[in-house]
């Protein structure tokens, strides 16, 4: 008998929501979580929240409480089966039955968020489902569609996942009206090792103006701006001060894919992902074109994150590092982090609730560096013990 997991969401903000419905579903565990979004300054649930829970109700047939603008306090039971206070359940294999759903989430909410509730149930599903979103494909504070397809769901291809993602048009802030399609098959994943970064293999760049911004060359100057700004490590630990596109350099280092895009969108708006490949692993970086800032200033500021990750030796960026511990759960394994982020902690003690064995090996730091600590962080969830006993 599985009874409810208590969770409280006071030190986290939406993720914390997201992975813990995934979670409820792959453990088959009904969840109560306290405290929504209590970090955040409009706490609860918002448009983006709310549409990944009502998405996960309807992916699983769960039953739940709170599904509502602002709510505080959610409760969710994929098992469909008890009473929503607290009751018991009868324990099955968790199994989510796949088809196709369509989601407006009405908002330039983040797709990209969305599906990323979603993706851990590829472990659990019976047969290929298919997820088509409208809202935000590439909006503040989220990963921009080009992340998650062209960063995140090839990394978590090479350890088993079946995934796609197609994107029909593109939604900018503040009209949103993107739409984008994820497609899953039933996988299975292998354990996941990452602590030492491989040899650099390429660079990626994905450069994308909306159509209403093509008469001013806009993909193209951000592409410039970007790949001008790289620095590439050498195999002497030297730089090379710049890379141009379709080249190969004097380290070896080559542009692998360049694309600049004009793309169909309901109001204006831009995005570029630097994604790099090492061997091991791989990096995204990611910036949006705002009014006032240059086109080339944009990619820019894409070059200038991954010039701090090339100075570093974690195999993935700081985002992939949140993104994938609901996946270093499901399989277990080890991931270097470049930096334990709030969004690490969270997730960490998030996966501690749910009884995963979770260790941080915090790397210390020099006196007055205040960034925020490498570490390695391992799961074993064979071992996972239930909290609640
Ligand atoms: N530029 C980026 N590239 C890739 N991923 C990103 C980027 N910016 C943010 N993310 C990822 O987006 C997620 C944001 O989660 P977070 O909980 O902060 O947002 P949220 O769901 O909008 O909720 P809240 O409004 O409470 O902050 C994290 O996984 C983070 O790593």
Not at 149 to 171: I, N, Q
Not at 318 to 325: I, K, N
Request: net charge negative.
């Amino acid at each position: 008998m599985t009874t409810t997991r208590d969770l409280d969401g006071a030190e986290a903000g939406g993720q914390f929501v997201r992975t813990a419905l995934a979670l409820s579903v792959l453990r088959g565990e009904p969840i109560r979580i306290e405290n929504v979004r209590g970090n955040r300054s409009t706490p609860g649930l918002g448009h983006q929240h709310l549409a990944a829970l009502e998405t996960m109700v309807e992916l699983t047939d769960a039953s739940v409480t709170g599904a509502e603008l602002g709510a505080e306090t959610v409760r969710f039971d994929p098992t469909g089966s008890s009473d929503g206070a607290g009751g018991e359940t009868n324990e099955t294999d968790p199994t989510v039955p796949g088809g196709t759903y369509e989601v407006d989430i009405g908002t330039a909410g983040s797709i990209t968020l969305l599906f990323d509730a979603v993706v851990p149930l590829a472990t659990v599903l019976e047969s290929p489902l298919t997820l088509t979103v409208t809202g935000g494909t590439d909006v503040k504070w989220s990963p921009p569609v080009d992340y998650f397809r062209h960063v995140k769901l090839p990394l978590l291809r090479r350890y088993g996942l079946v995934a796609a993602c197609e994107v029909d048009r593109r939604g900018f802030y503040p009209d949103g009206g993107g739409r984008a399609t994820l497609r899953l098959a039933p996988s299975r994943l292998e354990p996941i090792d990452l602590t030492e970064r491989g040899p650099l293999e390429g660079v990626r760049l994905y450069s994308t103006e909306a159509a209403a911004l093509a008469d001013r060359d806009v993909a193209h100057r951000q592409a410039a701006g970007g790949l001008e700004r790289l620095s590439i490590v050498d195999s002497d630990g030297g730089r090379d001060s710049s890379a141009d596109a379709d080249s190969e350099h004097a380290d070896g280092t080559t542009i692998t894919e360049h694309r600049e895009t004009t793309v169909a969108s309901d109001c204006p708006g831009t995005a570029i992902v630097l994604r790099i490949d090492h061997g091991t692993g791989v990096a995204g970086f990611a910036a949006l074109g705002e009014r006032g800032t240059p086109a080339e200033r944009v990619g820019e500021n894409a070059a200038d994150a991954a010039n701090r990750f090339l100075a570093g030796d974690a195999p993935v960026d700081r985002h992939l590092a949140d993104q994938l511990l609901p996946f270093l759960a499901v399989s277990g394994g080890r991931l270097r982090v470049p930096a334990l982020t709030e969004h690490v902690e969270a997730s960490c003690a998030l996966l501690e609730s749910f009884g995963f064995a979770v260790a941080i090996d915090e790397r210390s730091r020099a006196d007055g560096d205040d960034r925020d600590g490498e570490g390695v962080v391992s799961i074993a969830p064979e071992q996972s013990v239930d909290a609640s006993e």
